[in-house]
């Protein structure tokens, strides 16, 4: 199983010579300053065993310590800080689960960690959202068996 995901990571600095780890890390340092933030995002899936590729958008809103909310066409996230909702409409069923039962309901904390330790990060291209200068990162998972479903 492979999946690669693409961000926007809206970021000030010159573009010159960039890598993915720079962008990053900065992301990291900048993650650590903020007390809140949303973005769009879009989740590309490929499972190459069974040819399926599947590519979602989405939007996050997200404040500290551990408030979350997470908007796709084929799912609804969303976290108090202690309680995760991952509502899906087409089932019309919504599993509740623990915020501290990592394997079910991933903190973003640990997605940002688990982006520097578990992919390896590919710089695309300056870009721009709203205006605003912003690096196309592309993260693949060192192990193509595991990753972090965003």
């Known amino acids: 199983m492979r999946r690669t995901i693409a961000l926007g990571l809206l970021l000030a600095g010159t ?3 960039l890598t993915g780890q720079d962008v990053l890390s900065r992301l990291q340092k900048r993650y650590r300053k903020l007390k809140s933030f949303s973005a769009e995002f879009t989740y590309k899936f ?3 065993l ?18 979350f909310r ?12 202690e309680t995760v909702w991952n509502y ?21 904390k640990n997605l940002i960690s688990d982006y520097l330790e578990g992919y390896v990060p590919y710089y695309i291209r300056p870009d721009s959202v709203s205006g605003r200068r912003c690096h196309l990162i592309k993260l693949v998972p060192k192990d193509p068996e595991e990753g972090t479903e965003v």
């Open 46 to 48: 490929c499972w190459k």
């Open 15 to 17: 573009t010159f010579a």
């Open 88 to 108: 899906t409409p087409a089932a019309g069923q919504v599993l509740v689960t623990s915020y501290g039962d990592r394997n079910l309901s991933p903190t973003l």
């Open 50 to 67: 069974v040819g399926e590729e599947r590519q979602e958008e989405g939007k996050i809103f997200f404040r500290k310590p551990n408030l």
């Open 70 to 81: 997470i908007e796709t066409p084929e799912r609804l996230v969303v976290c108090d800080g």
